[in-house]
């Protein structure tokens, strides 16, 4: 199999525990925003709550997860050693920020808004913890080329996740609504956030369980040498990772303090509930992130190594287009995932979505300065995007609302793509298709624009229009670049 075909193959398997878990994660949302009223701003306690343990994920990984590849990449017969060495590092965090959070609750959860639910901050911290430390066993299965119980695990958490809110949020609100004093002891109808927070943690810790073998390759690690140089090339993945789930999680953090009391819970609920369906851009990134990382790392020292990451970005931009497209042109049946009185944010849909492509080319981008080990540049270009996005949230979100988030967003990840792609070009230059590249975009928006201009007002008509206009853009792809051309049927059929 080519090398390009093994990196599809991964990027299945690895996309099908995130995609259809994101999917059935989709069922979750007509739920609670049927359960939490836009009034009641539960949602958005909830969307403030993980925004903040993304945050606090990303500084417990230190960088660890690209880390372990790099040099298990490097030390083929040693890698029990690095997965050690990553073990003990997060694991050291993770106890550190546990028993911070737990010694200092009573001042955190006033702080944070929570001075009446700290048990939410409480939940959370384990969850976060665990999720850290999953993260080197995750990435070690991704390491030895088992994408199989990679996909498994992801997709066992999401089934008992799911199971667990249909229990919650249907089945205990239904019994409690025929005899309330059967489930009063596990249900009550007024603590819908509460019920979130601890399926997570149900969940999460049900998952650890599964690592017990990979765990076992754990050996104490008292290699001064080598911690040193882990953490010297890990600090500028911490500081890029900071910058990029800043750039994902800010708007979300500062909303609260930005539009205070129940207007800003009920904004950021509605804000949050839209975000949910612009997120098949994420899945799309997760699983190629999920296949790509491995692939780079293993191929970087292959004569042909750059005209692979050239093609690779090259498709990756035009599924990500099309991916785009699909979920724009069926907006008159995708908006049914979330509840009617949330569908006033879903004008932020596409500006998120075009922010995740720009994220998913800055990441395409950014093995230039990995490969180098010159991860301070990432760290850089992230930071520039993260500034621009908290100054546009702190000078627009006041007067304009969730559209400054969204638009913050777009303009952060643009500035950080565009960095990286210059700077790259001098230090590191990559032969990008970019007249292929730029075909895709401007079939993309000729399209896109072609959609939003046609004066139809039935909702059949107009998805049957969108359905030709994305079989020209999917006629446009297989007779430029899929393989599928050189079957003589197929080529006869789109010339």
Known sequence: MSKLGSL??????????????????????????????????????????????????????FGMETT??????????????????????????????????????????????????PEFITMMAVVVALDALQSI??????????????????????????????????????????????????????????????INLVCTSFITLFFIPELRMYRPVHDAALLKKMLSYSWPLLLLGIAGILNLNADKILYPQLVPGAQGR?????????????????????????????????????????????????YFIAVALFAFLCVVFYMDLIKYIISPDYWAGLKVVPLVMAAEIFMGIYFNLSFWYKLNDETYWGALFSFAGCAILF???????????????????????????????????????????LKAIFGYVAIFLLLYGASALLPVENTILRLSCNTLLLIVYLCYFVKRDLPLKSIPFVNRLFR
């Open 266 to 314: 009920a904004e950021l609920s509605v804000y949050g509930a839209s975000v949910k369906i612009a997120a098949i851009m994420a899945m799309l990134m997760q699983a190629f992130r999920f296949a790509y990382e491995p692939f780079v790392f293993g191929n970087r020292d292959k004569e042909d190594s750059k005209a692979l990451y050239a093609k690779a970005m090259k």
């Open 8 to 61: 599809l193959k991964d990027t299945v398997i690895y996309g099908m525990s995130s995609i259809v878990g994101r999917f059935l994660n989709y069922l979750l949302v007509p739920l609670y925003t049927a359960k939490m009223s836009v009034e009641s701003g539960e949602y958005g306690v909830v969307t403030n709550m993980y925004a903040w343990t993304a945050f606090i994920l990303v500084v417990l990984i």
């Open 68 to 117: 372990f590849f790099r040099f298990a990449d490097r030390q083929k017969g040693n890698v029990s050693q690095v997965f050690s060495m990553c073990l003990q590092v997060v694991g050291v965090l993770c106890a550190l920020f546990l028993a911070g959070v737990f010694l200092n609750i009573g001042s955190l959860a006033p702080l944070l808004g929570y001075a009446s639910h």
């Open 391 to 433: 100054a546009i949230n702190i000078l627009f979100v006041p007067h304009y609302g969730y559209m400054a988030c969204a638009w913050a967003s777009f303009t952060a990840y643009l500035v950080s793509m565009l960095l990286s792609y210059f700077v790259g070009r001098r230090r590191n230059n990559i032969d990008y298709d």
């Open 137 to 198: 066993p995750f990435g070690l299965l991704r390491f030895q080329g088992r994408p199989i119980k990679f996909a498994s695990l992801k997709m066992l958490n999401i089934i008992t996740n799911i199971a667990l809110n249909l229990i919650f949020f249907l089945l205990l609100p239904y019994l409690y609504g025929k005899n309330p004093d059967s489930v009063s002891w596990l249900y009550s109808p007024d603590r819908q956030s509460y019920y979130v927070f601890l």
